[in-house]
């Protein structure tokens, strides 16, 4: 379902403008400069909605730099504006754009942890290219993902978290965890719960979770679009 245009947007994400980061230049060598750190873990969260992992997550990790990217604007708003009003977020950093350009903004190597709550599913036939858990994507996660690092993925739906391990295994990566069940799994300490995962679980729906360790010196071939990236206007 689309968010109703949020009144104001722009003025109340500006209001917020120390939480938003947009990126211009080369893409980030040390992105934990970009908090004015000269070493630091570095996350990166995609399809962050309303921002409440983000949030949870910043104050979990105090010690790491957390970076929260969303294509909606309006979404934006809203979690720029709980990170402004809620607990110490000093470590976090939304980013309005689109998976699409990851490589335009973070260099190889520079990410210790890469999380996707709750990706579109993209059911339809023929759209499977768009999902985030997709090849395509995951040539670009695991670029920039550090060797060691982790990419950590949770969903409701089943039939994405089958095409994800059907994607890790045809680009020869093993998870080195997989559950069904997250919440009744040994899994659950410091699991921060996002706004979709609350809702499902409230409906008894079983979330899935799968964590990938970047093996030394993966590489895959990134797909020249998402090499280079493309400008388009994040949606408001
Ligand atoms: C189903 S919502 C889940 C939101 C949140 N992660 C949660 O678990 O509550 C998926 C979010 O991913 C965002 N999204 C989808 N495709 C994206 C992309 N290519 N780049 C950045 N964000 C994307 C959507 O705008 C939406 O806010």
Request: charged share 30%; hydrophobic share 35%.
């Amino acid at each position: 379902m689309r968010m109703r245009k949020k009144k104001h947007g722009e003025e109340r994400l500006d209001a917020c403008r120390e939480y938003i980061y947009t990126h211009e230049g080369e893409p980030l060598e040390n992105p934990a400069s970009v908090f004015g750190k000269a070493d630091a873990p570095v996350f990166l969260e995609i399809g962050a909605g309303k921002g409440g992992f983000a949030v949870g997550m910043c104050s979990l990790y105090p010690e790491a730099c957390y970076f929260a990217m969303e294509r909606v604007s309006d979404c934006v708003v809203l979690a720029a504006e709980r990170a402004k009003n809620g607990a110490e977020c000093g470590n976090l950093r939304f980013i309005v754009d689109t998976a699409d350009n990851l490589m335009k903004i973070f260099a190889p190597k520079t990410l210790d942890r890469v999380f996707l709550n709750f990706s579109d599913p993209w059911s339809k036939k023929g759209y499977a290219k768009r999902r985030l858990t997709h090849r395509r994507y995951l040539s670009v996660y695991f670029s920039l993902l550090k060797d060691g690092g982790v990419l950590r993925f949770k969903t409701d739906n089943v039939g994405l978290f089958d095409f994800t391990l059907e994607e890790l295994a045809t680009v020869g990566l093993t998870p080195r965890t997989v559950t069904r069940d997250l919440h009744n799994s040994p899994y659950t300490e410091g699991n921060v719960v996002t706004e979709y995962e609350a809702n499902f679980s409230s409906q008894g729906v079983n979330i899935n979770m799968l964590e990938v360790v970047k093996p030394d010196g993966f590489t895959l071939e990134i797909p020249e679009d998402l090499r280079l990236g493309r400008r388009v206007y994040p949606r408001g």
